[in-house]
């Protein structure tokens, strides 16, 4: 079983549009969670973290955990086209030197 | 600008050639690593280095070696290129989390490497 599972998309969304990403994790001592936007030949760039279950917002984007369902999803409103990206989950576990664990991404289209 | 400088961004290797990918950050991070991204298999750790003066194995070590040659400095070495070592090799730094939790990665720009 994988660490890290993301559907692998595309999805696509109108410009405008609530876009919803959700990333699944197997391991319960998972401790922190990440949601980063790689656009294509470009490098990983974090836009997101949390640790505690509930809802982070921050501009545009909110993340979502809940720990019982062992569940982190990421929820992008008024898409832009320049949200057209691969967003990658991740996860760490305690005490493994802050190791990430990352899913293998979800690509998002945003359609003007 | 801070961040993370990977050198150099692309290769092209015959298979048994060496080569070095080097890797610096300018942030004062502790921790810094080595992952691979291939299509369909997402970004996997080779190997890490909590501290100066310490590495790690990670999911995917066989063909390589690392070097954390100070705080700032941490080379990845192959030794008898593979065409299975084809990829995009990505360096991060961080700090290691504070109980429990951890801090986000700061990514360099990635090296393309391509085994004929």
């Known amino acids: 079983q994988k660490e890290v599972e993301q559907n692998s998309g595309p999805l696509s969304v109108p410009e405008g549009a609530i876009a919803s990403l959700n990333c699944t994790y197997s391991?319960?001592?998972?401790?922190?969670f990440f949601w980063y936007r790689q656009y294509s030949g470009k490098s990983p760039e974090l836009i997101m973290s949390i640790y505690s279950n509930g809802d982070k917002e921050d501009g545009r984007f909110t993340a979502q955990l809940n720990k019982a369902s062992q569940y982190v999803s990421l929820l992008i409103r008024d898409s832009q086209p320049s949200d057209s990206a691969t967003y990658l989950c991740?996860?760490?576990?305690?005490?493994?030197?802050?190791?990430?664990?990352f899913g293998t991404g979800t690509s998002l289209t945003v359609i003007p | 600008n801070a961040g993370v400088t990977q050198t150099p961004k692309f290769q092209v290797l015959k298979t048994g050639q060496s080569m070095t990918l080097q890797c610096a950050q300018d942030?004062?991070?502790?921790?810094m690593y080595w992952y691979r991204q291939d299509p369909g298999m997402g970004l996997r750790l080779i190997y890490y280095?909590?501290?100066?003066?310490?590495?790690d194995k990670g999911e995917v070590p066989n063909g390589y070696n690392v070097s954390r040659l100070n705080k700032r400095e941490f080379s990845l070495r192959l030794e008898s290129a593979a065409p299975s070592q084809t990829s995009v090799y990505f360096c991060?730094?961080?700090?290691?989390?504070?109980?429990?939790?951890?801090?986000?990665?700061?990514f360099g720009s990635g090296t393309r490497l391509t085994v004929v």
């Open positions: 942030m004062n991070h502790n921790s």
């Open positions: 280095s909590a501290s100066e003066g310490t590495t």
């Open positions: 991060a730094s961080s700090e290691p989390g504070q109980g429990g939790d951890g801090y986000g990665y700061t």
């Open positions: 391991d319960r001592v998972s401790q922190s």
């Open positions: 991740a996860v760490n576990k305690m005490n493994t030197g802050n190791q990430f664990y």
